[in-house]
């Protein structure tokens, strides 16, 4: 079973979509307009006859290759990839290109447009308003951003389910200050 390109093809029709069907290569271009990403080009992209499906975002973030960051900002796409459902990052070390990808095997399946839909919108979702805008911060400052949101969480988590805790650990905290450094300070 799988997918073909005219059963995709109807899915964006019915959303009011612009695309290019290419033939040759079992896939569809188009494109969204964004808020963080200047040219949001999307490509969906049927392998092994239609039993592969996936949909990405070629070349979101320019110029990782030599970036005095790239370290940091590869590690922000993982961490990007562990928090969010779905999405994925690739990274091609021979020209840099850096792609957002949603990749999964129909085999006997076919691809459903709810199933279309929901990788499509997630896709740009992420990418523009969550993944972009914290990976630029990260390509100015070498600081993942995430990190001080992962931690906000954690210690709002921590002062749902254990009420109290968090005093108890600014205290010891104090305590410790006062008796010397923390190590590794």
């Not at 073909?4 to 964006?12: E, G």
């Not at 993942?144 to 109290?164: C, K, M, T, W, Y």
Request: glycine share 8%; with cysteine; charged share 30%.
């Amino acid at each position: 079973m799988g997918a073909n390109l005219q059963q995709i093809a109807k899915y964006l029709d019915k959303l009011g979509w612009d695309y290019r069907l290419d033939d040759e290569e079992d896939r569809i271009i188009t494109g969204v307009e964004a808020e963080n990403l200047e040219d949001f080009l999307i490509v969906v992209q049927l392998d092994e006859e239609g039993k592969f499906f996936r949909v990405f975002a070629p070349q979101v973030l320019q110029g990782v290759k030599d970036h005095p960051y790239k370290g940091a900002i590869l590690q922000t796409m993982l961490a990007i990839s562990w928090e969010t459902k779905m999405l994925q990052w690739e990274y091609d070390p021979s020209d840099g290109e850096i792609r957002a990808i949603i990749e999964f095997p129909l085999e006997d399946s076919i691809l459903t447009e709810k199933q279309f839909n929901r990788c499509l919108s997630g896709l740009i979702q992420i990418v523009d308003s969550v993944a972009i805008p914290r990976l630029q911060q990260v390509m100015v400052t070498g600081q993942d951003p995430g990190n001080v949101e992962l931690g906000e969480r954690l210690l709002l988590s921590i002062q749902e389910e254990a009420p109290g805790l968090l005093e108890l650990l600014e205290k010891a905290m104090e305590a410790r200050k006062k008796r010397g450094s923390f190590p590794n300070e």
